[in-house]
């Protein structure tokens, strides 16, 4: 059967469903034209939501760092999203102490290298003219690990060598500082100072020989103090002998190589004595009258020079004066001092770098911290930095002292700087 539909009305679909209402050809093609535009749309969508996960991909490849974490020396490589040095550390699971040194500082950005280090504090025991006390230091010598609390080791009598490591003790360190001791003996007054431990010490230190009669206001064994005053009682005979102290004088000079408020003792001084043979009157246990019969001086006193700087200390940018050490500036041309002698053409500045190199290598070109993996001359943190001088840089002196100027130069400024800095905090 065939049924004939006018042109220009209604579909076959739409002839074949009664519940389907009639259309025009224009509704028709509105109807196609809402169709496709609803498919483009849908597509639309697709292609957002493509481009932001591959934004997405984009801004994490961004971010993603390569770091390398540095404990005590051991290396650690990791990748991150972490924007700061302490998430890093957190999310490795490495926790530091109030005591440690982290560079950079756990609050800072990941530096542009990448390269963390941790240098993890040990406790120091010290006896401080016989007061206990606990100190934490990331150094590795004694001697280092007291510039950290201000204690200069050649100013103190210690009862390890300086260079100790102080990973290597299992006894507290014994430090006795300078004290200003009085002693009254044979009439004549004597202050001085000293680095002795005990009384019998001290009055030892200043040139003082007891005889077994004779008796001291304290006790020979009681510690010495600082502002103490001894007095000593020479036992006495009515008619006989005796022994007298001769007091030593002590001379200053102008010294134009030390800086102001500096002294340095030149010569200790150490009092003489005399033995004196005399006859005695006493009337009622007390003398009346006195006649020397002899004379003889055991030893002269020696008198003590002390030389007080005269010249002007170098200034920080701020204007505090730099403590500059008195060091040995006549070096060997052929060793690593000479070569940085070379360099370094100011007096001033060439002391603070001796006295910085010295505390911190000893200025040997392999020197190694096992702890942290500072190496060579400067200590370079680590070690591989110097390789921007030059690739001889683990063995050559002249191209880590070349570096370790260079660093100094940008972060201090000068070798005072970098001196002064450490004299603040114990590195540089």
């Known amino acids: 059967m065939s049924t004939n539909f006018p042109s220009g009305s209604v579909t076959r679909a739409d002839a074949l469903s009664d519940a389907t209402p009639t259309l025009t050809r224009a509704e028709a093609g509105r109807a196609r034209r809402r169709a496709r535009k609803a498919r483009r749309v849908r597509f639309a969508a697709r292609v957002a939501v493509l481009s932001l996960l591959c934004g997405g ?51 800072e950005a990941i530096p542009r290298d990448g390269e963390i280090v941790v240098r993890r504090a040990r406790a120091l025991d010290l006896s401080i003219d016989g007061k206990p006390q606990r100190v934490w230091t990331t150094e ?31 006894h507290p360190v014994r430090i006795q500082t300078p004290k200003t001791v009085t002693v009254e003996v044979d009439g004549v007054t004597i202050t001085e100072e000293t680095t002795a431990a005990t009384v019998g010490e001290a009055l030892s230190d200043l040139g003082v020989v007891l005889s077994a009669a004779d008796q001291v206001s304290v006790d020979l064994d009681a510690q010495a ?14 008619d006989g002998q ?6 030593f004088k002590t001379i ?6 030390l800086f102001k408020g ?6 200790k001084g150490r009092v003489g004595e005399r033995v004196i043979t005399y006859k005695a009157t006493t009337v009622a246990g007390d003398t009346v009258a006195e006649e020397v019969l002899a004379e003889v001086v055991l030893s002269k006193p020696q008198n003590k020079v002390v030389h007080v700087g005269t010249k002007e200390p170098p200034r920080t940018p701020s204007g505090r004066a730099i403590s500059v050490p008195n060091v040995n500036i006549n070096v060997s ?12 053409k100011d007096d001033t500045e060439f002391r603070c770098l001796v006295a910085l190199w010295d505390r911190e290598s000893g200025w040997k070109t392999t020197a190694a911290n096992r702890y942290s993996g500072a190496y060579g001359i400067p200590q370079a943190l680590p070690g591989s930095k110097m390789a921007s001088a030059g690739s001889d840089w683990q063995t050559n002196p002249k191209t880590q002292i070349k570096w370790g ?19 603040s905090k114990g590195w540089y």
Request: charged content about 25%.
């Open 57 to 107: 991909i984009g801004v994490f490849a961004v971010v993603h760092r390569n770091v390398t974490i540095e404990v005590d020396g051991v290396k650690t490589s990791t990748s991150t999203l972490a924007k700061s040095v302490g998430q890093v550390l957190n999310d490795q699971g490495i926790v530091v102490s109030a005591h440690d040194i982290v560079a950079p500082g756990v609050d």
């Open 140 to 170: 590795p010598t004694v001697e280092a690990a007291l510039a950290e609390i201000g204690v200069r080791a050649q100013d103190v009598a210690l009862s390890v060598n300086r260079s100790a490591a102080v990973s290597r003790l299992d």
């Open 225 to 238: 103090s600082d502002g103490q005053t001894l007095v000593v009682d020479r036992a006495q005979l009515e």
């Open 242 to 247: 005796r022994t007298e102290t001769t007091k």
């Open 252 to 257: 200053t000079k102008e010294d134009p190589s």
């Open 262 to 267: 500096e002294k340095k003792v030149v010569k």
């Open 333 to 344: 041309p052929s060793s690593a001092k000479g070569i940085a002698r070379g360099m370094v």
């Open 405 to 423: 100027l260079g660093y100094i130069k940008g972060r201090y400024g000068t070798p005072c700087g970098a001196w002064s800095a450490f004299q």
